[in-house]
């Protein structure tokens, strides 16, 4: 890790400074290293000499780095997500994922699909980090008759993950279709209408993991 450097002063007008660190006659110094420290300061009024010490630590703190984010997903509105901050991370962190609500708790439960941003604040001011992730889902059936409502089968939210990659089934385990990311099936193969019933999917992602399930084509 970078070494950090603190700069602290004991305030401007007094007659003399001496620091633990061995710093005399100057109002401010350079702490290289976490401890405790003090600085004792004199002031001069003529007939009387006053003089304060003042003992303080010095704490090591930096900006989290965020070394993963855990997601489970695929449900309605039972997902969740777990921040892992990297060894680096040095401080008192808390968590938000809205940018106004903070937990000292790195998981956040509860949650529907969607896109969110997840925050992490130093507390004593050393800096922030951020980082967008997104929470997948897919129809739990779809009505390909013509009415513009559910005619397509899709995931939700696939757009932000590039390089998704998903496999239609019937109960048959024959390949039905297979699209990208972005892209939806209508209930059709080969120009045909295929009948209701249950299709099992295979999602691989970005990674090279695998996710399954099934859902409903209904007419």
Request: glycine share 8%; aromatic share 16%.
């Amino acid at each position: 890790m970078r070494k950090q450097y603190k700069r602290v002063s004991a305030g401007l007008g007094y007659s003399s400074y001496t620091w633990s660190t061995g710093a005399t006659n100057v109002s401010q110094t350079t702490l290289t290293a976490p401890g405790d420290y003090w600085v004792t300061v004199t002031k001069d009024h003529g007939d009387i000499i006053c003089s304060f010490t003042k003992y303080f630590t010095v704490q090591v703190a930096n900006a989290a780095t965020i070394k993963s984010v855990i997601i489970k997903e695929w449900e309605e509105d039972q997902n969740s997500v777990e921040v892992v901050l990297s060894k680096e991370s040095i401080g008192d962190y808390e968590y938000a994922i809205d940018g106004i609500h903070y937990q000292k708790e790195n998981v956040f439960t509860g949650l529907t699909p969607g896109v969110y941003t997840i925050y992490v604040h130093e507390t004593k001011g050393c800096g922030n980090t951020s980082e967008e992730v997104y929470i997948f889902n897919y129809p739990k059936y779809f009505t390909p008759n013509g009415d513009g409502i559910n005619d397509v089968w899709h995931i939700k939210y696939a757009a932000y993950e590039p390089k998704m990659a998903v496999e239609v089934y019937d109960m048959n385990g024959k390949l039905i279709t297979k699209f990208a990311n972005n892209e939806s099936w209508d209930g059709t193969f080969k120009g045909e209408s295929l009948p209701a019933d249950d299709y099992w999917f295979v999602i691989t992602r970005a990674n090279g993991r695998k996710y399954n399930g099934h859902f409903s084509l209904i007419r």
